[in-house]
């Protein structure tokens, strides 16, 4: 368990993401999901001894304590308070057309699960928050409070995937009519009161998809992945890449689709019989099949289980 304050996330696929990265010494890499800094660390050594490496993370808590992990690697490293989509607008910043490499791990870190008072778990019975960004946006408490049926009906259905997404939106709108929602504890046991046999032992929690679900609505998620998977290719130079880690079905769609989309010759409706769109690859695909972890990696990480890794390479202009 990790405590109050500290910031402990163990790296996935690091082996691959760095044969898919290829970092040399003095190239420029982005990690966009900085965490706790170990797939920056690793890209630090490989482009020693004068290599830059640019960290994005809109969580202030992990930016803090990768600041101190990285912090050996002096002016080398350049952190900002951001989300990746904003990757544009930081270059801009910093004078940096291009850029070598880029980095995605997508999705909520493991501190982010452990930290009980961040809300993103039912394990510890605390405020229904879920924002990686805490300085802004609405908590997941206000969407369970404002809300419409319909509306998290939809998200339930879009982004957790539930079965059970009507009947869970209702009875949410019915609690809150007499008392509000207010912590993970609450909406956990409303979830499980509301599916069939949701007190029956089982491999997942009732209220797992709703949570996910939830998680991504707050955070808006996938917009953010589709932005910043088109922003990071247009920064790439020619032969740069592109590596970007999922953990559920809805993010590692949303890349996949990308990356084959970008890499087609022609991206017209398939009942036109002629090509008229004059589309461009801009990216090669490197892993036509996502990488996973091997045996080994998942018994000394079980999260590494869900982890799918996709690359690509930037085409000449």
Do not use: W
């Not at 008392?179 to 949701?198: F, M, N, W």
């Not at 939830?214 to 740069?240: C, F, M, Q, T, Y």
């Not at 461009?280 to 079980?302: D, W, Y």
């Amino acid at each position: 368990m990790v405590g109050h304050g500290d910031f402990e996330h163990r790296s996935v696929l690091p082996a691959e993401v760095l044969d898919c990265l290829q970092p040399q010494p003095g190239e420029t890499f982005v990690d966009g999901t900085l965490g706790g800094g170990g797939h920056a660390r690793l890209i630090l050594e490989a482009t020693a001894p004068d290599g830059l490496l640019i960290g994005l993370d809109r969580d202030q808590d992990a930016l803090q304590a990768a600041a101190r992990t990285l912090a050996c690697y002096g002016d080398r490293v350049v952190l900002r308070h951001c989300n990746f989509s904003e990757v544009d607008r930081v270059l801009d910043e910093l004078g940096i057309d291009r850029i070598d490499g880029m980095l995605l791990d997508l999705g909520v870190s493991s501190y982010q699960l452990d930290a009980g008072h961040r809300g993103f778990s039912f394990q510890v019975d605390a405020p229904l928050d879920m924002r990686m960004d805490r300085s802004r946006g609405l908590t997941a408490a206000d969407i369970v409070e404002q809300y419409s049926t319909e509306e998290l009906t939809r998200i339930f259905r879009e982004y957790g995937e539930e079965r059970y997404a009507r009947r869970i939106a209702r009875r949410i709108v019915e609690r809150r009519s007499q008392t509000p929602l207010t912590t993970t504890g609450q909406l956990a046991e409303l979830v499980r009161d509301s599916v069939p046999k949701g007190r029956v032992p089982a491999r997942i929690h009732p209220a797992t998809r709703v949570f996910q679900a939830l998680r991504i609505e707050v955070n808006g998620e996938l917009e953010h992945v589709a932005a910043g998977l088109d922003k990071a290719i247009s920064r790439l130079r020619p032969g740069g890449r592109l590596a970007v880690i999922s953990f559920h079905s809805l993010e590692d769609r949303l890349v996949k689709r990308c990356f084959l989309r970008e890499s087609q010759t022609c991206i017209c409706p398939p009942e036109l019989p002629r090509c008229i769109c004059n589309h461009r690859p801009r990216v090669e695909r490197l892993t036509r099949k996502g990488l996973r972890a091997g045996e080994e990696e998942v018994a000394e990480n079980p999260r590494a289980r869900s982890a799918v890794l996709r690359a690509v390479r930037r085409c000449p202009d």
